[in-house]
């Protein structure tokens, strides 16, 4: 008998929540503030803002999973709690997501100054080429929060508001639901839209008030320019 708790085999934003507090979105002015203040963690701070990647799946890379040539990282594996390389929760987490030029270019840059640079070895690691320890990048995220001064008393943030930052922005963007849910690695495309489906609406309502604030103008600038003149 499988004695495992199903609830286990969710990511944070998929568990039920016994506590009034919301996961805050880290995106705009307060991602860049907190970039500012993260130390010796910033390039993986920014990666998880970029990528979406949850943090086990970031911690478990290796060179060899990032495709420059191609533009994207092939997520297989995790690093568990005891820096070794472990199986995904998920099927549906082992996927490929998309290397924006600028995070590639972050990844070059990191190879070409560390040590450790073979297919096998982790992209990021301690001085000794191990694998990062949770704990450690967790202290030092809620560190870098204080220090920017963004934490709030009713929503508190947390590794995983960068997961969500990296939703919103492909959601303002304008992209489906099914390839944000891949992005994420999400089992299907009805967890994306549970946990995301404010800003689904949001999304699509910006839109179609863009539309029609353009074709009142457009109405308008035409009614304008055929009034004659006296």
């Given at each position: 008998?499988?004695?495992?708790?199903?609830?286990?085999?969710?990511?944070?934003?998929?568990?039920?929540?016994?506590?009034?507090?919301?996961?805050?979105?880290?995106?705009?002015?307060?991602?860049?503030?907190?970039?500012?203040?993260?130390?010796?963690?910033?390039?993986?701070f920014?990666?998880?803002?970029?990528?979406?990647?949850?943090?086990?799946?970031?911690?478990?890379?290796?060179?060899?999973?990032?495709?420059?040539?191609?533009?994207?990282?092939?997520?297989?594996?995790?690093?568990?709690?005891?820096?070794?390389?472990?199986?995904?929760?998920?099927?549906?987490?082992?996927?490929?997501?998309?290397?924006?030029?600028?995070?590639?270019?972050?990844?070059?840059?990191?190879?070409?100054?560390?040590?450790?640079?073979?297919?096998?070895?982790?992209?990021?690691?301690?001085?000794?080429?191990?694998?990062?320890?949770?704990?450690?990048?967790?202290?030092?995220?809620?560190?870098?929060?204080?220090?920017?001064?963004i934490?709030?008393?009713?929503?508190?943030?947390?590794l995983?508001?960068?997961?969500?930052?990296?939703?919103s922005?492909?959601?303002?963007?304008?992209?489906?639901?099914?390839?944000?849910?891949?992005?994420?690695?999400?089992?299907?495309?009805?967890?994306?839209?549970?946990?995301?489906?404010?800003?689904?609406?949001?999304a699509?309502?910006?839109?179609?008030?863009?539309?029609?604030?353009?074709?009142?103008?457009?109405?308008?600038?035409?009614?304008?320019?055929?009034?004659?003149?006296?």
């Open positions: 008998m499988d004695r495992r708790n199903p609830v286990d085999c969710l990511e944070a934003g998929e568990k039920p929540h016994w506590t009034p507090q919301k996961v805050r979105i880290l995106e705009g002015e307060d991602l860049h503030r907190l970039l500012d203040h993260a130390g010796r963690y910033r390039i993986l920014e990666f998880l803002a970029f990528t979406g990647l949850r943090i086990g799946e970031a911690l478990g890379l290796c060179w060899h999973d990032v495709d420059f040539e191609k533009g994207v990282i092939r997520i297989h594996r995790q690093l568990s709690r005891k820096r070794v390389h472990a199986e995904l929760k998920t099927p549906a987490a082992r996927r490929e997501v998309v290397l924006a030029p600028s995070v590639a270019k972050l990844l070059r840059e990191r190879w070409l100054v560390t040590r450790d640079k073979a297919a096998d070895d982790l992209v990021f690691s301690n001085s000794k080429g191990r694998g990062l320890d949770y704990r450690r990048v967790g202290d030092d995220f809620r560190q870098a929060i204080k220090r920017a001064g934490q709030t008393a009713r929503e508190r943030l947390s995983h508001s960068l997961r969500h930052g990296f939703s922005m492909l959601i303002a963007s304008g992209l489906n639901v099914v390839f944000v849910s891949r992005q994420l690695g999400h089992a299907n495309p009805g967890i994306t839209l549970k946990t995301y489906a404010h800003l689904f609406d949001q699509d309502n910006a839109a179609a008030a863009r539309q029609a604030l353009d074709r009142s103008y457009s109405a308008m600038a035409a009614g304008s320019d055929s009034t004659p003149s006296t």
